[in-house]
């Protein structure tokens, strides 16, 4: 697998500083809202290995509910016009942190957040671990970002490239 990797982008250490730092400000943030219930939703497949290292760094009553969204179809590393969204999770009434993996053209983020807004949620923040520097992306609102990187294909830490490479623990870049 490694082989296949032209480039090493962010390394395990680098990610899990941040990651440490994300969970930390979501956290302070999080601290006055009493007895409302928070719901963390991610967005599945590739916030996997994100948002199970996130949570362990948010200490509050948090429950978390998985959703589903594609926006590639097979072998491609340009992301489809209209993502395909699963089973909507139930967040009437609660606080929600949004978590996904990357920001790139924007139109997954804010076509989940506003289905979920149709929810009468008490409140959305979002939460990436990469956000690309592109116009479309900067323009999405989004309270927490990991890492701005350059508009590249990046694999790695639950990030894939036809459904492989999401088991590498760094985030690297392939040509495909
Ligand atoms: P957007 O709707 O913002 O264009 O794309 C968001 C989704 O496309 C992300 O949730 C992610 O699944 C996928 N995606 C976007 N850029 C990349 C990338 O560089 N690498 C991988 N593996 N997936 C990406
Ligand atoms: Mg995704």
Do not use: W
């Not at 929600?96 to 959305?124: A, F, N, Y």
């Amino acid at each position: 697998m490694i082989q296949d990797i032209d480039q090493i982008l962010i390394a395990r250490g680098a990610i899990s500083d941040r990651v440490r730092e994300l969970g930390e400000a979501i956290t302070k943030n999080l601290e006055d809202v009493g007895e409302h219930e928070i719901a963390l939703v991610a967005v599945m497949t590739g916030s996997l290995i994100f948002v199970a290292d996130l949570m362990r760094h948010l200490p509050m009553k948090i429950q978390i509910q998985l959703m589903t969204a594609s926006s590639y179809i097979g072998k491609s590393t340009k992301s489809n016009n209209d993502p395909m969204l699963g089973k909507l999770p139930e967040v009437k009434g609660m606080h929600v942190l949004l978590v996904d993996d990357i920001l790139d053209s924007g139109k997954t983020l804010t076509r989940i957040r506003t289905e979920l807004e149709q929810l009468q949620p008490r409140s959305i923040q979002s939460c990436v671990l990469l956000r690309k520097k592109l116009d479309s992306a900067m323009h999405v609102p989004c309270e927490y970002v990991g890492f701005d990187i350059e508009d590249e294909f990046v694999v790695g830490y639950g990030l894939d490239y036809d459904g492989y490479y999401r088991n590498l623990p760094d985030i690297g870049i392939i040509s495909p």
